[in-house]
C-alpha cells in the first residue's frame, strides 16, 4: 500500500470499502466484483488503474474462496478498513 497510496484517492478506496462494508453475506461480496471492476476500467491514468486492480485483486481471491458468511464477510471487512488505513497514512490527500 505505501507503494500504490499515491495513486489511489482516498475517495476511490472509501468507495470500495462502503461496498464491501455493506456485504451482509458472501453472495454480496461476490455480486460487488464486478462493480469493482468497472471502477477500475473508469480510470482514465493507467498508474491509478493499475493501482486500484491490484486492489481488485487482493480482494476477488478471498472472496470466491470464501465459504462462510459471518467469519468470512468480517474478515474481508477488516482487510479493507485495514488498506484504507494505509492509504490514510501514506497517501497525499
Same mark, same amino acid.
Given at each position: 500500500?505505501?507503494?500504490?497510496? %499515491?495513486?489511489?484517492? %482516498? %475517495?476511490?478506496?472509501? &468507495?470500495?470499502?462502503?461496498?464491501?462494508?455493506?456485504?451482509? %453475506?458472501?453472495?454480496?461480496?461476490?455480486?460487488?466484483?464486478? *462493480? !469493482?471492476? *468497472? @471502477?477500475? /476500467?473508469?480510470?482514465?491514468?493507467?498508474? &491509478?488503474?493499475?493501482? !486500484? /486492480?491490484?486492489?481488485?485483486? @487482493?480482494?476477488?481471491?478471498?472472496?470466491?474462496?470464501?465459504?462462510?458468511?459471518?467469519?468470512? $464477510?468480517?474478515?474481508?471487512?477488516?482487510?479493507?478498513?485495514?488498506? $484504507?488505513? *494505509?492509504?490514510?497514512? *501514506? /497517501?497525499?490527500?
Amino acid at each position: 500500500m505505501q507503494e500504490r497510496a %499515491s495513486n489511489i484517492t %482516498s %475517495s476511490k478506496l472509501r &468507495k470500495i470499502f462502503e461496498i464491501i462494508k455493506k456485504a451482509k %453475506s458472501v453472495t454480496d461480496l461476490v455480486m460487488a466484483l464486478p *462493480y !469493482l471492476a *468497472y @471502477l477500475v /476500467g473508469r480510470e482514465d491514468s493507467k498508474s &491509478k488503474k493499475e493501482a !486500484l /486492480g491490484e486492489i481488485y485483486i @487482493l480482494l476477488k481471491e478471498p472472496i470466491m474462496q470464501a465459504t462462510d458468511d459471518k467469519t468470512h $464477510v468480517k474478515n474481508i471487512q477488516k482487510f479493507m478498513e485495514t488498506l $484504507v488505513a *494505509y492509504q490514510k497514512f *501514506y /497517501g497525499k490527500d
